[in-house]
């Protein structure tokens, strides 16, 4: 029978000063120093060591060389905010209640309608940070953050330093001027992921001394997909198109993280911290399609297939992990906090994590107890995924999808691109598997999703719903194509209105799916009428995790439309997208008419 009892042990009250601490390794009573890289939507073979021909990874590589690499390794969800949150805090994203990417996708007539889940980090959960800093840890937080708004940024969460985190899942430019506003500017032209390098080996000086815990997850390789020119130049000359890996923009931006890896690992052995130092890295998710390939694997990030959550793994222990050694086991990010506490000593007080610790894999000393690792993603994606719970036992997965309860099992020992579903034919093991998933979701109280009052499948699944692009690329995003999500905003059809109105709840939101067919950047221009006094609201438009925001400028009436440029979206490879245009202040009576939005290419 299954039992959830994964309990790690770690020390709630503070002290002052770290205790000297044995590591299982060397008896040194030097506290080790945890560096912990996490990559941003980095595939499983993304890396040369991983089996790439076309990325070139010399510096992660090594590192692998140096340590363990694991190969089963996978992320708590297929997406980036979930996964972070497990790995600050052992925790399953189910358990959190925060299962989806803030702020998540919206498909308002879906056959579901996902739950009111939790879209930032929690204050009453204890961060890796906090953990290590009641040890005497000082920790900084360099790169991406996505857990939530300011009030919820790594300061709030124990990290002593934070650099370019804040409620963003991507930046606005990988090339500074980067407009966000917890980094100071560079200098024009500065690679993001140079400057988090930069930001990270200066941290590191200057807390040779003590023991510390950097936290760098990179912003790339994230889109938009942009990289330093002569990197991609000499991709371009070897790219061999069609073959799954050749976007030569993509492999230059994994170019630049594999030279931050560089950076950091010579910085520890030029202040002599190698021996002490333990380093993880990682990636947050799945690669994403088409942008990179995760073959073998099935599909990629937003998908419930193995090329969604299984990530490169690489630890390096010194005196620890057997260089150059592979670990073939199944082991998850939830894994890191116990791993870690455990790697600092830490026995002395109880929290329940969900993860276990790795030692015993990383030491080649043992193997570890559970049995099942499991998934729930109980919204909708781009990517593939609708609603799903999945579990995996030995090398046997199941896929439960939540709309109509179909149940998916794969071999992966033996089909690892997940082709074959044999749940019909093993009945027994299909069912003991879908009743482990269920126990394990009430124990944890997972949120489900729930019928949709507003399901309509014509409008949900009809391929025309999906606005097509023109001949010219750019895309009409027009009110009559609009869904609507809400209680008041509709579509008023009368030939002198013919636009979004009733905008008077400002929880009311619009939502668009269109096609790109050509990738690059797109000028947004909006027709929005707004009548006077009635100003002044803030709207965003928000396409993926980028956000356009914009305030509502009064015209004479609110049918007295006025068109307005309101700033570029980018989209890096052909596909499907969708636009969501939700209010966030709402002074006067009524948000604004909007008749529509269009894209338009802007040339690059
Ligand atoms: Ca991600």
């Known amino acids: 029978m299954f039992r959830f009892k994964l309990i790690v042990l770690f020390l709630a009250t503070v002290l002052g000063v770290p205790r000297a601490q044995a590591t299982p390794a060397s008896g040194n009573p030097t506290p080790l120093n945890i560096v912990l890289i996490l990559v941003d939507d980095l595939g499983w073979t993304d890396l040369s060591c991983m089996g790439s021909k076309f990325y070139e990874t010399p510096h992660i590589d090594r590192l692998a060389a140096g340590g363990m690499k694991f190969t089963q390794a996978y992320s708590a969800c297929t997406v980036c905010s979930p996964s972070r949150a497990a790995v600050l805090t052992g925790r399953y994203p189910a358990r959190l209640h925060l299962t989806d990417w803030i702020s998540g996708h919206v498909r308002p007539r879906a056959k579901l309608k996902v739950p009111e889940w939790t879209q930032h980090l929690e204050h009453g959960e204890t961060t890796l940070a906090e953990a290590l800093g009641a040890r005497g840890y000082i920790s900084a937080s360099i790169g991406k953050w996505h857990l939530g708004g300011e009030a919820f940024h790594p300061e709030t969460q124990g990290f002593k330093l934070n650099v370019g985190g804040y409620f963003r899942g991507q930046p606005p430019s990988y090339f500074a001027p980067y407009k966000i506003p917890t980094l100071q500017e560079g200098p024009d032209g500065e690679f993001l992921t140079d400057r988090e390098a930069a930001e ?11 023991p510390f815990f950097l936290y760098l997850p990179h912003y790339a390789v994230h889109t938009p997909i942009q990289a330093k020119k002569d990197a991609i130049a000499r991709y371009q000359a070897k790219a061999i198109p069609g073959t799954g890996q050749s976007n030569a923009t993509y492999a230059s931006l994994i170019e630049s993280v ?8 010579q910085t520890l052995e030029d202040l002599g911290l190698t021996e002490r130092t333990l380093v993880i890295f990682t990636s947050d998710n799945g690669g994403l399609l088409p942008i990179t390939s995760n073959a073998p694997l099935r599909a990629g990030k937003g998908s419930a297939y193995e090329g969604g959550v299984r990530v490169p793994l690489i630890v390096r222990w010194p005196g620890v992990t057997e260089a150059g050694s592979v670990n073939t086991s199944p082991v998850m990010s939830i ?24 030692v015993p894999l990383l030491s080649s000393k043992g193997s570890l107890k559970r049995t099942n690792l499991f998934w729930h993603y109980p919204h909708y994606h781009p990517g593939g995924a609708t609603p799903y719970g999945a579990v995996r036992q030995g090398d046997i997965k199941l896929i439960e999808h939540y709309e109509d309860g179909h149940l998916e099992m794969f071999d992966l020992a033996n089909d690892p691109g997940e082709k074959l579903n044999i749940a019909n034919q093993f009945p027994a093991k299909r069912n003991a598997l879908a009743a482990l998933l269920g126990n394990w979701r009430e124990q944890l109280n997972a949120q489900m999703p729930s019928t949709n009052p507003d399901f309509d499948p014509s409008r949900e699944k009809t391929p025309s719903w999906v606005v097509q692009p023109r001949s010219d690329a750019s895309i009409e995003l027009h009110s009559r194509d609009a869904s609507v999500h809400g209680a008041m905003l509709r579509y008023e059809p009368q030939p002198h ?32 009428g707004c009548g006077p006094g009635s100003g002044g609201s803030r709207v965003a438009f928000q396409s993926g ?38 209010p966030l202040k709402k002074p006067g009576a009524a948000v604004m008419d909007l008749r529509q939005v269009r894209l338009i290419p802007s040339g690059e």
Do not use: C
């Open 497 to 528: 209105k013919n636009t979004l109105g009733y905008w008077v709840n400002a929880n009311d939101s619009a939502h668009w799916d269109f096609q790109v067919n050509r990738a690059g950047s797109y000028r947004v221009e909006i027709l929005q």
């Open 335 to 358: 894994d890191f906090f116990p791993t870690l506490m455990e790697a600092v000593g830490s026995t002395d007080a109880a929290r329940q994590v969900d993860g276990e610790s790795l």
């Open 545 to 582: 995790s980028q956000s356009l925001e914009i305030d509502v400028i009064a015209t004479k009436g609110f049918q007295d439309f006025l068109k307005r440029d309101i700033g570029n979206l980018r989209f890096d490879a052909p596909g499907r997208y969708s636009l969501d245009v939700k």
């Open 258 to 265: 594999d030279e931050s890896v560089g950076r950091i690992t």
């Open 200 to 210: 990270a080996v200066a941290f590191i000086k200057s807390n040779r001394d003590r």
